[in-house]
């Protein structure tokens, strides 16, 4: 009696034509909810230039590196070309009066400082350009959504704009920092031949200190020798003054008593011999004299002309060192002017390069002023040298003129012994030759007095020069040591000179290398592209949500049959509980296909839908329609009316917890445990599988676990109408 049954239940619809009616009309709710729905928002983003968005300019603009810069003005140009919305170019007034009026669904605001703002980026306190957005989510809480995407377009466009701009004015001091940087080259380049030259210079001076410094040593000896030996040439001349004073008295005493001459002549020969051996002293102390006297004004005249030649040289040495200070200070004017360009530098950097300049400027500075002090004391010491030569050449003179002296005393010392000896011999003679005697010897007493006089002179003039040599000596000792340490330091100073020069022209060169142009510009500004690259294409919005609400449409249309169609009460007499199942399963199963070929026609025919697979997405779609209809058919036909809220419950819990619309991991805990219970959570992703990713594999996969759910309802339904049958029409019968 299957056949019966089920011809009576298709009997009862047909018949009856508001039953089928809303039949045929239920067959068609899928599609309103999915069609129709998807179809209005198909692809809604691709409309936005018909959204009305308001736009204030208040921006009053600024100069930036002599250029006037509008961003705000510029900003509204592009936005004027811009399709991405209705944009409404008003003033500040109208456009959130409008706003608040829901005339426009967002503001966007350029504020007046706008412009001034792109000019600090430099500055120690950079101010961020404030754009501002202003949104109404109470008019539409979606379009405000799409306005803050925008808004972060438009604001990557500005900055893009500013960063272009900085780009341009760095590259433009770069090129002015190449030329910065040679023209500090050639300068470095300059004081490096400076530093060479006065390094050259120094070393000489240092060689000519050196050999002064030697010849002081020797000078100085020389003179303590000649001070000695003048000493003891004062010795003895005071000795022979002496006894010269003593012999003029003597001879009074014969001239006044000749008597008692004869007695003395014993003593006087004696005298006389000392006188002569005296005499002989001194004229051998003499050649020594002389020759010391003679070294030394040798040694004065190399002393004089080394000391000329170092004062001539010293000058040249503080002439280079003014040139070499004032190079440096060039240096440092031309590097500093060009330090507040290097933006790459380091600040600690900048620092360490000023510190060494100002160090290299402080030094060559000090070099100048002590190489000016220098020649001073060099102009100084070679005045004083040729005094000196001056004053060894008169002493060279009276030195001789003691020798001849020395040498007549001599001989009339060796005369006087002669006469002596004579007047031993002959009394009578000596008295004879005593007036001429007397005479001669007054001469030689006045003369041994004068050579006292002249010896005391000479030996505190030696005294003197002593000194003063021993001082020459030390200074010379020091200017040696001071000069090899200017020496030693123009040498350092030449090395940096040149590494300076060398620096400097690489970094002009490094610069001068660097090229700009609109390209490289724009890869500052942008300097990384995204290349949006997709695993699986999905063309519009619309394709994106109808795996959802294909579902969506599917169970609603399962569940609003129950109402128009009886899911328990026969049209006939059912021959078992397995019939009855059978003759209610074969039309809601019929429906459910019906409603999932209507689907699928609308979506592909109709808003040509793409599918990676026709044949499999009707066959998918077949599937979950048949799952729907055999969970709502256990509810309903066990349960009825409690059946159907039952069902509501669980078509709320699926529409949360199925990740038909936000991802499952952005929704509560819970929800996302519930997930994995609910058999729309699989319709969905076999859904998407066949439409947009064509990972078949999954989509059987989803398939297959579909599949379980009617096993267990289908099941429970059977035995339902089982103990139905049993209790309705067993029973009864048996009464």
Do not use: C
């Not at 509204?76 to 009066?97: I, P, T, W």
């Not at 010491?381 to 030195?399: H, I, K, R």
């Amino acid at each position: 009696m299957k056949q019966n049954l089920l011809k009576a239940e298709l009997s009862s619809i047909f018949k009856n034509r508001m039953k089928l009616i809303s039949i045929l009309a239920i067959i068609f709710i899928p599609i309103l909810y999915a069609g129709i729905y998807l179809w209005a928002f198909w692809d809604p983003y691709g409309h936005l230039e018909k959204l009305p968005v308001a736009v204030v300019n208040e921006d009053s603009g600024a100069e930036m590196n002599g250029e006037k810069l509008e961003v705000g003005k510029d900003l509204v140009d592009n936005l004027k070309e811009s399709k991405e919305f209705d944009f409404q170019f008003v003033d500040r007034k109208a456009g959130y009066r409008d706003l608040e009026n829901q005339k426009y669904y967002m503001l966007i605001e350029i504020p007046k400082d706008f412009s001034e703002n792109a000019t600090t980026l430099l500055d120690d306190n950079p101010k961020k350009l404030d754009l501002k957005y202003v949104s109404n989510p109470g008019f539409n809480f979606i379009s405000s959504q799409i306005g803050n995407s925008a808004v972060e377009k438009i604001k990557e466009g500005v900055g893009k704009e500013v960063t272009e701009t900085y780009a341009k004015s760095v590259f433009e001091n770069i090129s002015e920092m190449a030329s910065g940087l040679e023209d500090a080259s050639t300068g470095a380049k300059d004081l490096s031949d400076g530093t060479d030259k006065v390094n050259k210079g120094s070393q000489e001076v240092y060689k000519n200190l050196k050999t002064l410094a030697g010849k002081s040593i020797e000078f100085t000896d020389g003179v303590n020798a000649a001070n000695s030996g003048a000493k003891e040439v004062l010795t003895g001349a005071e000795s022979l003054s002496s006894g010269l004073g003593q012999l003029q008295d003597g001879q009074k005493d014969l001239s006044s008593a000749a008597s008692q001459l004869k007695e003395g002549d014993s003593s006087i020969l004696a005298g006389i011999t000392s006188a002569k051996d005296g005499a002989e002293k001194l004229e051998g102390s003499i050649p020594a004299l002389i020759n010391g006297t003679d070294k030394l004004q040798a040694g004065s005249a190399t002393l004089t002309s080394g000391l000329q030649e170092w004062s001539s040289n010293s000058k040249a040495l503080a002439d280079g060192a003014s040139q070499l200070n004032a190079g440096a200070k060039q240096v440092q004017d031309t590097v500093n002017s060009i330090l507040p360009m290097l933006e790459g530098l380091p600040d600690d950097k900048k620092q360490e390069l000023e510190a060494a300049l100002q160090s290299l400027v402080d030094g060559s500075g000090n070099i100048a002023a002590n190489t000016q002090a220098l020649q001073q004391g060099a102009d100084q010491l070679a005045q004083g040298g040729q005094s000196l030569s001056a004053g060894l050449t008169d002493l060279s003179a009276g030195s001789k003129q003691l020798q001849a002296g020395a040498q007549q005393l001599a001989d009339g010392s060796a005369e006087l012994e002669a006469g002596s000896k004579k007047q031993v011999a002959g009394q009578e003679q000596f008295i004879a030759g005593m007036s001429k005697y007397e005479t001669e010897f007054a001469k030689a007493a006045s003369g041994s007095n004068e050579l006292v006089t002249g010896m005391n002179s000479l030996l505190s003039g030696m005294n003197q020069l002593s000194t003063g040599s021993a001082a020459l000596s030390d200074g010379t000792s020091k200017l040696e040591a001071g000069s090899k340490d200017l020496a030693d330091g123009t040498s350092s100073l030449s090395d940096g000179s040149k590494e300076l020069s060398e620096k400097l022209a690489d970094g002009a060169n490094d610069a001068s290398s660097i090229h700009s142009d609109d390209k490289t510009y724009d890869m500052m500004a942008a300097p990384i592209t995204v290349s949006d690259e997709k695993v699986s294409e999905v063309p519009n919005y619309g394709t994106g949500l109808a795996p959802y609400f294909i579902s969506l449409g599917l169970f609603v249309g399962a569940l609003m049959l129950s109402i128009v169609f009886s899911f328990n009460e026969p049209e006939g007499v059912p021959k078992n509980g397995l019939r009855w199942f059978l003759s209610k399963s074969v039309i809601l199963a019929g429906v459910g296909i019906l409603q999932a070929l209507v689907a699928s026609f609308v979506l592909i025919v109709v808003l040509d839908m793409e599918v990676q697979s026709i044949p499999l997405f009707i066959l998918f779609t077949i599937i979950a329609s048949l799952v729907f209809f055999s969970i709502i058919q256990f509810f309903v036909t066990i349960l009825g009316n409690p059946g159907r809220f039952i069902v509501v419950i669980l078509l709320i819990f699926q529409l949360t917890t199925s990740g038909g619309t936000f991802p499952l991991e952005l929704i509560p805990d819970f929800m996302q445990h519930v997930h994995a219970l609910l058999p729309m959570s699989y319709s969905v992703a076999g859904l998407r599988s066949v439409i947009s990713t064509g990972d078949f594999t999954f989509m059987w996969h989803n398939a297959g676990i579909l599949a379980l759910y009617p096993i267990f309802f289908i099941t429970g339904t059977i035995i339902y109408f089982t103990f139905a049958y049993r209790r309705q029409f067993t029973e009864a019968a048996a009464e």
